[in-house]
């Protein structure tokens, strides 16, 4: 599936999803989303259908360090953005305008730890 949704493989990704295929699945080892990864791709139209399909828009891609909104803005794919935005995803950059203390305790370890790290350097 993963393969499919990022080589654009609209029909082969229907097929996986059709059977079963949990959309949100998460590789033990390279701790990738076919979601991030099909949008930093420039698969549109696979991002749109996993999206559509149930993939979370909130899910944190280890192996890009990215979220979709993040990686929606890096691909340049606007529709993907428009599309995340209107399921009501947050910019995750806001985070940063809230300040350290009032930083929520999540985010003082794991992925959001780093991530916090990452955007205060940029």
Do not use: C
Not at 39 to 56: H, P, S, V
Not at 98 to 109: E, L, M, Q, R, W
């Amino acid at each position: 599936m993963f393969s499919a949704a990022t080589q654009g493989d609209l029909n082969l990704l229907e097929y996986h999803v059709d059977q079963g295929v949990d959309v949100n699945y998460v590789h033990p080892e390279f701790l990738g989303t076919a979601l991030v990864s099909s949008i930093l791709a420039k698969q549109e139209e696979t991002a749109l259908y996993l999206l559509d399909n149930g993939a979370d828009p909130n899910l944190f891609s280890d192996l890009e360090e990215l979220f979709p909104l993040q990686a929606a803005r890096q691909a340049g794919l606007a529709s993907v953005e428009a599309k995340l935005l209107a399921m009501g995803i947050e910019d995750v950059s806001k985070v940063l305008e809230v300040g350290i203390g009032a930083t929520p305790p999540v985010a003082t370890s794991g992925w959001f730890a780093r991530l916090l790290k990452r955007l205060k350097r940029a």
